[in-house]
């Protein structure tokens, strides 16, 4: 037991400091494994990028005439993307070695005074020299690049040490290690508090790597054979196996030839191994069994060192700095040290290994034929002395090192690499200028360099010198092959549009990494640009981007299962982002279930779930979650997602009737980016409220934009508006549409348009239906029975005859419609039935025929503004108190549905309490519809019944010049005791 727990017999003092460098030991194994196991983080991460894209969704048709028109919103889809981070040079790691190196520095002086005269000097001459190494004159202590203050630390640790070899010499290790560590820790001071650099201890550990670099040396030599030795004991402990020789020569020879298997493949000069391990987890285990190594090897050391304390201290120590340095070669992203401490580890467990072989044959071979407790021996050599071992040790593995690679590209490395420390410093410190400098000397002594490369390629980028930062990464790929640096070399290729070489390049990079997903997923995205669906799908599948695979399907309207239930409380992501936006292509409408929460911010994936959702549940879901959204849209934070989230919330805002805020807040924000999709939308909206003067506006904005589509809508709302005139030169230029059915439909208006009212029996149907709608006047009775009754198709006849009744209508002759209406007897398809059922609704309230109503308002499908309105109505007949809530919600809602309007304003104007207010609201009225024939005749009423004669006069003049004279004369003499003077 106490064989094993060898430190049970120091004193308490030293077991305590055994076990703080013991700490600090495993502690820089675990830095230095964590940096082996998440190369090349931190100095090098893949960072996810997420790209929003838009895909058209279709969120609203209606029926102008015979046309179909759909207004079209926007669903998004993200695209997640992976690529390599900016280089970001590990400040933890540079202040771990240095503390690391510290470390062992105070414990191998506070040894020095403890040695013999001769080994005393040299000692001291040895930390003279690693101080020396530091450059402290750089750090411009006290303003000034002067030596004195490395001259002066030398002084002070070479004085102190002397004085306790010579003069204090009853000291304990542990007094020394005290006064050693004042000393430094007021050095430190000194330099914090008077250095001119910005960062002195970064600059100390870039000038002590050499020194790490030599530690690291010694210790990689010094436990290389540490496992052949545990065969060596293991196998002699035992007295009951036998074959001593036999076992121990094949254990080594297994142990050794997986080695050197493992060392060739990496050479490239075969390509397997039986078993694989990083070189980096044989040493952090080799370095262990060091422990125990060190202190077997005791004969060697007493006459150096009698304390046992000290010399595992001192073994502890140099272990420790060594497995820092190389956990900062790691954590830093610094591929070519940690490419030749691979090579340099590998080689000298070959060569030390061999070594230690042949010398346990040499001295002991007898005694192991004969089976006796070689380990007890096994440092006490007679053939072959320990130092021959040593010697031999180094020399072998050298030769191994030189089989392959001479040893001067390792020294043009460990250059190199001091140079690359140098520019990470400045990188830290913001000063790109000499980061690059440094970055391309560490170049001139190793090419094959891919820190320098790509720290080159992150700085060509801040300045905005594509065609530099991609040939550094071609370069740096070319050497040193990565996926970080392969992925921005594609993502800078795609900035070019260099589909092609974009997609060399990762076919390239699939074979040097077939595992990445990371590859896979961006091979996606490059056959995702291709237009290539099917291949995207394949790799995102592979790289497991379940985001992207739903992506493409959206993006390439493909069909694909998914759940017909989204949750409000479950995470955004993505995936379920995506799902909505599929299901918004598909017309598919989801299920939901709980409450949506955000704070005031929005990540990406929680804006475009929130403005897909309510494309997809636009006419369902609640006017609060729609004003959560505006809301969220306005704050500054969101500014990225404003746009996207407002227009959902339009479209959402107006499929539940609340055309008033729809179209402010759409207006709002299309004048502010002058989205033309936006103009179009809401021009459409006003083509299906039938107020087509005002949606010319829009189109005509639109078509300023270049908006695809504009050119359509706007000869459609010219004709409706009765434009004839430019109408006809606009259906001529869209005759030459590249759309054959816009053509053809050109071609037929046009005709419409310009034939002669004798030769409109020549038409077709659909053309003599075209000539009735738009050609005959309302007053023009004869001409439209003629062309009416040449219409065979009796579904075409009753839309004509409907599409009249309803211009009779909104011209406030109901006796007409109604008369015209009465025409229809036949049994027509569902769609004309309901526009019968629903125009004879609104007729009869002018015939405050209540029974009607209430038997027929709810057996057909009524547009929901309508419906309020008939059920505004009832209730104020039946003297409900609802009615009040239900006209006033008529008000807010749309006014382009002026008979709601108009309704409200007669309900409230008993209110004598503010009758300007209700005045108001018909003033709103006729500002959102100017033309409404019903607005002038209200307005020209109540605007004279206030007193406001010039309002009540310009709305007259109005009616004047829409009305005939039949007409307008009626009107007038009905009020006439509301007009002052002749009318």
């Keep these: 037991m106490y064989s094993f727990q060898f430190w049970k017999q120091w004193p308490k003092p030293y077991r305590f400091l055994f076990w703080v460098l013991a700490v600090c030991f495993l502690f820089s194994l675990g830095f230095l494994w964590q940096g082996w196991i998440q190369w090349p983080a931190p100095a090098i991460t893949l960072d996810n990028y997420q790209q929003i894209q838009s895909v058209e969704v279709p969120m609203h048709s209606f029926n102008v005439g015979l046309l179909k028109l759909t207004a079209v919103g926007q669903s998004n889809v993200i695209i997640e993307s992976i690529f390599g981070s900016d280089l970001q040079p590990s400040v933890f790691a540079s202040y771990f070695f240095l503390a690391a190196l510290v470390f062992c520095f105070l414990i191998f002086i506070s040894i020095l005074p403890a040695l013999s005269r001769y080994r005393f000097l040299i000692g001291i001459g040895i930390a003279a020299l690693f101080i020396a190494s530091l450059q402290l004159d750089a750090l411009q202590i006290f303003n000034t690049s002067s030596r004195l203050f490395t001259a002066g630390s030398i002084l002070l640790f070479a004085s102190v040490a002397f004085y306790f070899h010579s003069f204090k010499v009853e000291a304990t ?9 004042l000393l430094t820790l007021a050095l430190s001071l000194s330099i914090y508090f008077s250095s001119g650099v910005p960062h002195p201890f970064l600059h100390i550990s870039v000038t002590g790597l050499m020194a790490g670099l030599i530690v690291c040396l010694i210790v990689i030599v010094m436990v290389a054979h540490e496992w052949v030795a545990l065969f060596a004991e293991l196998i002699t402990r035992s007295t009951k196996l036998g074959k001593n020789l036999q076992h121990f020569l094949v254990l080594s020879i297994v142990y050794l030839g997986n080695i050197f298997l493992m060392y060739s493949s990496k050479m490239g000069m075969t390509g397997w191994s039986f078993f694989s391990v990083s070189p980096f987890v044989l040493l952090g285990l080799s370095a262990i069994l060091g422990v125990w190594g060190f202190r077997a090897r005791e004969p060697r050391h007493e006459s150096i060192l009698k304390e046992e304390p000290l010399r595992i201290y001192f073994y502890v120590s140099l272990a420790t700095a060594a497995l820092g340095v190389l956990g900062y070669f790691l954590s830093s992203a610094n591929d070519m040290m940690v490419d030749a401490f691979e090579d340099l580890i590998l080689a000298a467990h070959i060569g030390c290994g061999l070594i230690f072989v042949l010398y346990v044959i040499a001295n002991f071979g007898p005694m192991l034929v004969k089976n006796l407790p070689v380990y007890k021996i096994l440092y006490k050599p007679d053939t072959m002395p320990h130092f021959t071992f040593r010697l031999m040790s180094v020399i072998a593995t050298f030769a191994i090192l030189s089989m392959v690679v001479s040893w001067k590209t390792y020294v043009n490395q460990m250059v190199a690499t001091y140079y690359n420390a140098y520019g990470d410093l400045f990188l830290i410190e913001g000063d790109t200028g000499n980061a690059e400098v440094n970055y391309r000397r560490s170049l001139q002594f190793r090419n094959q360099n891919l820190h320098a490369h790509y720290a080159l390629a992150n700085i060509y980028k801040s300045k905005l010198e594509p065609i530099q930062e991609r040939k550094e990464y071609e370069n740096g790929v070319e ?9 921005n070399l594609c993502r800078a290729y795609l900035a070019h549009n260099d589909l092609l070489e974009t997609a060399l390049t990762l076919d390239r990079a699939r074979k040097e990494f077939p595992n990445s997903k990371e590859l896979q997923n961006a091979t996606g995205i490059s056959f995702l640009k291709l237009k290539q669906p099917d291949s995207a799908i394949y790799y995102f599948s592979q790289a497991k981007k379940q985001a992207n695979v739903l992506a493409v399907h959206a993006v390439f309207n493909k069909p694909a299962e998914m759940d017909s239930i989204v949750s409000l409380n479950d995470k955004k992501d993505g995936v379920n982002a995506n799902t909505i936006a599929l299901a ?33 549940q636009k006419e369902k879901s609640d006017t609060a979650l729609i004003g959560l959204a505006l809301e969220l849209a306005k704050k500054p934070i969101n500014g990225n997602f404003e746009e996207t989230l407002i227009t959902a919330a339009a479209h959402s805002l107006y499929e539940h009737g609340l055309v008033n805020e729809a179209m402010k807040t759409l207006r709002e924000l299309a004048f502010r980016t002058g989205n033309a999709n936006q103009l179009s939308t809401m021009g459409l909206w006003l083509l299906e409220q039938k107020n087509p003067s005002l949606a010319i506006n829009y189109f005509e904005e639109a078509q300023g934009k270049s908006h695809p589509a504009s050119l359509y809508h706007l000869a459609i709302a010219q004709i409706e508006a009765n434009n004839l005139n430019q109408a006809i030169i606009n259906w001529d230029s869209l005759r030459r549409s590249p759309d054959k059915k816009i053509a053809a439909f050109a071609e037929m208006i046009s005709a419409v348009l310009k034939i002669n009212p004798n030769q409109a029996k020549d038409l077709t149907d659909e053309g003599k239906y075209y000539f009735c709608r738009y050609r005959i006047p309302l007053n023009d009775n004869i001409l439209f029975n003629n062309v009416i009754n040449a219409i065979a198709d009796h579904q075409l006849q009753a839309q004509a005859i409907i599409d009249r009744s309803e211009k009779l209508f909104a011209m406030d002759e109901p006796d007409e419609a109604n008369d015209l209406l009465g025409r229809l007897n036949t049994v027509y398809s569902k769609n004309i039935h309901q526009q019968i059922t629903s125009l004879r609704l609104m007729l009869a309230v002018e ?12 057996e057909t499908a009524l547009p929901p503004l309508q419906k309020k309105y008939l059920e505004a109505l009832l209730a104020a007949q039946n003297g409900s108190t609802m009615a009040a809530n239900q006209f006033e919600y008529l008000c807010k809602a749309n006014y382009q549905f002026e008979e709601g309007v108009i309704a409200a304003v007669r309900f409230f104007e008993n209110d004598t309490t503010d009758r300007y207010k209700n005045f108001s609201r018909l003033v709103e009225g006729l500002l959102a519809k100017p033309n409404s024939v019903k607005y002038l005749k209200q307005h020209a009423v109540m605007a004279a019944s206030l007193a406001f004669y010039d309002a009540a006069q310009s709305s007259l003049d109005k009616l004047r010049a829409i009305l005939p004279d039949k007409a307008f004369k009626k009107f007038a003499e009905k009020n006439r005791q509301y007009f002052k003077g002749p009318v």
Excluded: H
């Excluded at 290790?173 to 560590?181: C, I």
């Excluded at 050497?479 to 992925?487: F, I, K, N, R």
């Excluded at 475009?608 to 959702?613: D, E, G, K, Q, R």
């Excluded at 009607?852 to 308002?857: E, P, S």
């Design 584 to 616: 918004n292509l598909q017309q598919k409408q989801l299920l939901t279930e709980g409450k949506f929460s955000v704070d005031t911010s929005l990540n990406v994936y929680e804006a475009v779930w929130l403005s897909n959702f309510l494309v997809n």
């Design 479 to 487: 050497w040193s092959p990565d996926v970080p640096a392969y992925l």
């Design 173 to 181: 290790f542990l007094n020394r290690l005290f006064a050693f560590s």
């Design 847 to 858: 015939k405050r025929d209540w029974e009607f109503i209430q038997k027929n308002i709810y």
